[in-house]
């Protein structure tokens, strides 16, 4: 005699964003790539993002190879640098797909390396092992990027490595708009006021700020030494002669502006 059993799958939302409850107890899987999903995948033609060699154009070009352990961040926007501009303006991706590369600057020493949403703590995977005695090793993957600002992390582990990472598409969640941000702001031009902190972020409502409007600019390192050591490269730059300000518009109150205190007083540690 043949029984058959009744078994109930149980999803978290969270962890299972390709299922949809049906209503009628059944789970229906959604198809990647239907504008009607919560998340779309859009391929693009491959963008060079990162190439630390300098040698070949890319978003972030050169800066060095990776010493072991070292972890660098980069950002994923529209209209960004060499070929990032096939990226539409203002997107805010959720993930992105990416080919790694990995050029081993030890013949004797391997290693790997792993991209994560910057902030995300490193160690817990792999996203390509290379092998000191290989001239590249490369692995395709999804990385998360971080929500808040675009970016993505990425560490070297062992022996120190060359990287290039391009970009062949991206997921693009369906994220609920709040219409009080992001529309017609950065209106206020760069100006002085009171003393400030070196970064300190300012929110203002007229027409000339105290600070420079946070605008994801690049500034000169030369120029601006004192806000390099405060910031570094976290929100772009090559490190060697220019750094980024953060991109505040999106995150600025309509027709108010987030600008950074670039003229002030060095903050000290308490």
């Known amino acids: ?24 107890g059944a789970v229906q899987e959604k198809a990647l790539g239907d504008a009607a999903d919560d998340i779309v995948y859009t391929p693009i033609t491959p963008c060079r993002l990162v190439d630390t060699r300098g040698s070949y154009p890319a978003v972030y070009q050169g800066a060095g190879a990776f010493s072991s352990g ?4 980069y950002t994923v926007a529209g209209g960004n640098g060499v070929c990032a501009t096939q990226l539409p303006v203002g997107l805010n991706p959720s993930a992105i797909q990416v080919q790694v590369f990995g050029i081993p600057i030890n013949g ?3 290693g790997d390396i792993e991209v994560l949403a910057e902030g995300k703590t490193f160690g817990a995977s792999a996203t390509l092992v290379y092998l000191g005695n290989v001239l590249f090793t ?7 990027v ?13 022996g120190g490595a060359h990287v ?3 970009v062949v598409g991206y997921f693009k969640g369906s994220v609920p708009v709040d219409t009080r941000f992001g529309n ?15 970064g300190e972020i300012i929110l203002t409502a007229g027409t000339v700020a105290n600070g420079v409007p946070a605008a994801g600019q690049l500034l000169s390192i030369s120029q601006n030494t004192a806000l390099f050591a405060l910031l570094g490269t976290i929100y772009g730059g090559n490190g060697t002669t220019t750094f980024a300000l953060p991109d505040l518009r999106g995150a600025a109150p309509n027709g108010l502006t987030y600008t950074i205190c670039t003229i002030g007083i060095f903050p000290a540690r308490s």
């Open 138 to 144: 490369s692995a395709s993957t999804i990385a998360q």
């Open 1 to 24: 005699m043949n029984r058959c059993k009744r078994i109930t799958v149980i999803c978290i939302a969270a962890l299972c964003p390709g299922l949809v409850y049906a209503g009628d």
């Open 108 to 110: 004797g020493s391997s």
């Open 164 to 166: 290039a990472i391009d």
């Open 70 to 73: 070292e972890i660098r961040t």
């Open 146 to 158: 971080n929500l808040a600002n675009n970016r993505i992390g990425v560490q070297v582990r062992g």
């Open 184 to 198: 017609n702001t950065s209106l206020a031009v760069a100006g002085r006021g009171r003393d400030c902190t070196l």
